[in-house]
């Protein structure tokens, strides 16, 4: 008797005990998460050009109207920056035909690069003291690769090599 009398109260403590972390937990639900992190975003360049060209006015005079031309002209600004610090060149591909330190295999590559090849212009670079057959230029692997197999027939040494592609005015 006397442990079924303990049973009965360790099932009621265990209810009740339940019931009050559930309602403890509900209270915690419906509190949100707040805090202010607008000091950690970066500046609006629209902001920034017009604090430039205001020459570091207080934000109190500032426009910040969001209008087109002035988001165009940040937009702009950006782009030119961009502009001014790329290279010259791209990463590319060339297949190369012929490496060796025998001038007269590079002409005789180069003549039967020509031969099978016509549209495909082999060049000869000398790098001391090195003689190499190129040709091709390609921006990527998926644009080579077709050519590549078909050169392959005639040179089974081919391979694809990177190469720098020049870009505007050079």
């Known amino acids: 008797m006397k442990g079924v009398l303990q049973s009965i109260v360790f099932v009621l403590v265990m209810a009740i005990t339940g019931c009050v972390s559930v309602n403890s937990s509900k209270s915690t639900k419906n509190k949100m998460y707040s805090e202010d992190l607008t000091s950690y975003l970066p500046p609006d360049p629209v902001d920034t050009l017009m604090i ?101 027939t005639r040179f089974p040494k081919a391979i694809l090599v990177p190469i720098r592609i020049p870009v505007g005015n050079n």
């Open 52 to 152: 430039s060209e205001n020459n570091g006015a207080d934000m109190a005079t500032v426009d910040t109207t969001l209008e087109v031309t002035n988001r165009l002209d940040s937009v702009l600004l950006v782009v030119n920056e961009f502009n001014s610090e790329t290279k010259n060149y791209v990463e590319g591909l060339s297949m190369q035909l012929y490496a060796g330190n025998d001038r007269s295999e590079a002409k005789e590559a180069q003549m039967k690069a020509f031969r099978y090849f016509p549209d495909s212009h082999p060049k000869i670079i000398f790098d001391q003291p090195n003689y190499k057959v190129r040709m091709g230029t390609f921006y990527t692997h998926l644009e080579a690769y077709p050519m590549y197999r078909a050169v392959q």
